[in-house]
C-alpha cells in the first residue's frame, strides 16, 4: 500500500509562525530598495534616516581636498587594522589583515588621483 503523499512536508514552529503578507511586505521593500533606488527618498525623512547622516561633505569642498582628507583617513585606518592584527590569532587576524588589504586598496586610489589632479589649478 502506498501514501498519498510519500514525503509530506514537514512544519516546524517557526514556518507555521510566518505570515505571508508581511513577508511579501518585506521583500518589496527590500527589492524596492535596490531596485529603485529613488523610490525610498520620495517619502518625508525620519529620525531613523536622519541618524544615519551623521557625516556629511560640505557642497562647497574642492575635489583635491576631498581627496587630501581621504587619503588620510584611508592611512589612519590602515595603521588601526595593522595594530589591531597584531593583537590577534587565526581567524579574526585573517579576517583584520582582509580589511586592511581593501583599505590599501582604496588608499592605493585616491593616492592615484591626487597625483592626476593638480593642488593648484592653473591660470
Known amino acids: 500500500m502506498f501514501k498519498a503523499t ?3 512536508p514537514k512544519t ?6 510566518l505570515d505571508a503578507k508581511k513577508l511579501r511586505e518585506a521583500a518589496d521593500r527590500a ?8 523610490a525610498h527618498h520620495l517619502h518625508a525623512p525620519t529620525a531613523k534616516d536622519r ?3 551623521m557625516f556629511t561633505v ?3 569642498a574642492k575635489t583635491h581636498a576631498i581627496n587630501i582628507q581621504a587619503f588620510e583617513t584611508f592611512s589612519s585606518v590602515n ?9 590577534l590569532d587565526d581567524k579574526p587576524r585573517h579576517l583584520a589583515m582582509a580589511i586592511y588589504q581593501l ?9 592615484k588621483t591626487l597625483e592626476s589632479e593638480p593642488a ?4
Open 51 to 53: 541618524a544615519m547622516k
Open 79 to 87: 595603521i588601526l587594522l595593522l595594530d589591531l592584527a597584531e593583537s
Open 12 to 17: 516546524d514552529s517557526f514556518s507555521a509562525t
Open 31 to 38: 527589492l524596492d530598495y535596490y531596485l529603485k533606488p529613488d
Open 103 to 111: 583599505s590599501e586598496m582604496g588608499l592605493m586610489l585616491v593616492e
Open 58 to 60: 560640505a557642497p562647497e
Open 6 to 8: 510519500p514525503n509530506p
Open 120 to 123: 593648484v589649478s592653473p591660470t
